[in-house]
C-alpha cells in the first residue's frame, strides 16, 4: 500500500448508494475514521439523513444527487468529486436494485435497466476514475452478491447483474500490474436492509438471520484499510454465523 495515501487524513472515499441500508452504516463508519466522503444517491434528503449521522469530528461530506443507471453522468461526478475534494483515494460500488421476475417475466426492459444499475453505472464510475486511481494507488470494492454464487429464485437479472461486478473486480486486477490499484468483491448473503424488507417480511425471514449492515461496512473497511490484501481480486461469500446468532 502507498504510505502517502493511505496514512493522511485526507483520504477520499465515493461511496454509491449512501443514502440506506450498507452504504449508509459505511458511509458513517468510514466518517468515523475520519475519511472525507462522496456520497451518492437517488435521493438527496437521504444522503443529508446520512450525513447527519456523522460524528461532530468527521469531515464534511459531498452529497451527489445521481441515479448509476444513467452511466453517462458518471465522469461528471468524479469531476465533481476531484473539484470538491481534490483527490480519491477509494470508490465503493454498494448501490443495486434487485427487481423480483420470473424466468419467463423476464424482458429486455428489466434485463437492461438492472444491469444498467448494478454493472454499468458501477464500471463506468471506475473507468472515470481510473487515472485518479492510479495516481493515489487507489482501491475499489465492489458489493455483489450471494446470488452471483447461489443464484436466488426470481432474481434472474438481479444474479446476473452481480456475477458481472464480481468480473469487473478481476478485470481491475487484470489490469493494474504495478499501478498499486486493488480491487475487492464482497458477496453478502441477506443485509437487514430497506431493499431486503421491500422483498420479504420479518415473519418469512427473521432479522437474526441477515446480515447487519455495520458488519458489512467492517468488511469494507478492512479492505481499503489493507487487513484483508490476502483477498485481491477474489469474491468473498459473507453469510451468518448461524451458532453466533442464537
Known sequence: MNDEAMNTVERVAIITGAGSGVGRAT???????????????RTESKLASTAADFPESAPAPLLIECDLGRAEEMPAVIQQTLGHFGRIDAILNIAGVAPQATIADTDA?????????????????????????????????NVSSMSSIDPFHHFTAYAASKSGLDSLTRSIMAEAADTGIRAFTLNPGAVETPLLRSLVDQKTFPTELALAPRAVAEEILGCIEGSRDHRIGQSYPMLVDHDQST
Open 27 to 41: 458511509a458513517i463508519r468510514f466518517a468515523e475514521e475520519g475519511w472525507r466522503c462522496a456520497l451518492l444517491g
Open 109 to 141: 426492459s428489466l434485463m437492461r435497466s438492472t444491469l444498467d444499475q448494478n454493472l454499468v453505472g458501477p464500471t463506468v464510475l471506475v473507468a472515470a476514475a481510473w487515472p485518479e486511481l492510479i495516481k493515489r494507488r487507489g482501491a475499489v470494492v
